[in-house]
């Protein structure tokens, strides 16, 4: 058990790597808010992040998959408070894996990587949405999948030492 923290099981590394990774996450989303927010109020803003018609952030988040995964407008009407852009739903899951990240217990490890692998599955779906519907690169959209991936792998790595200290303890 090296390579960890020896009274938590926790890998030493992943505190600071989970604040890198959840703050990169909250400020990808606050700029994806901001940068929908202001295509909706001034059709005319460019976005940094618009490189071109095939490489344009603010065409996927203003698209109808910017909102609740493009799946709640047919649970929900359109400008309900549940269908809230998607940027929203990444700094609420970023804020939730910062705060559980604090707390060193076999549940709170648990609910990690559930939602990991809930934000991975997200993930997925938009990224299939983004090449096979829209024809787009979103690099702000990349770059939160890239996010969600090391916080799968931080979380399982988290998981995994928790468990072994288990077992360590036991034997």
Known sequence: MSS???STGVPAWEGKI???LCAVGILLSVYALH???SKEHDPGYRALCDLADSISCSKV???RWGR???LLQFF???DSALNQPNSVLGILFYTLQLGLGQLVSKRA???LVITSWVSMA???YLASILVFVLGDFCLVCVSTYVVNFALLYTNLKRRYGLNAEKKEKAG
Do not use: I, K
């Open 68 to 70: 609740g995964f493009g």
């Open 76 to 78: 929900v009407p359109v």
């Open 35 to 37: 940068v929908e927010l």
């Open 109 to 111: 490890a648990f609910l």
């Open 61 to 63: 988040f203003t698209s």
């Open 18 to 20: 989970r604040l890198l």
């Open 122 to 124: 997200g993930s997925v």
């Open 4 to 6: 960890g923290n020896r």
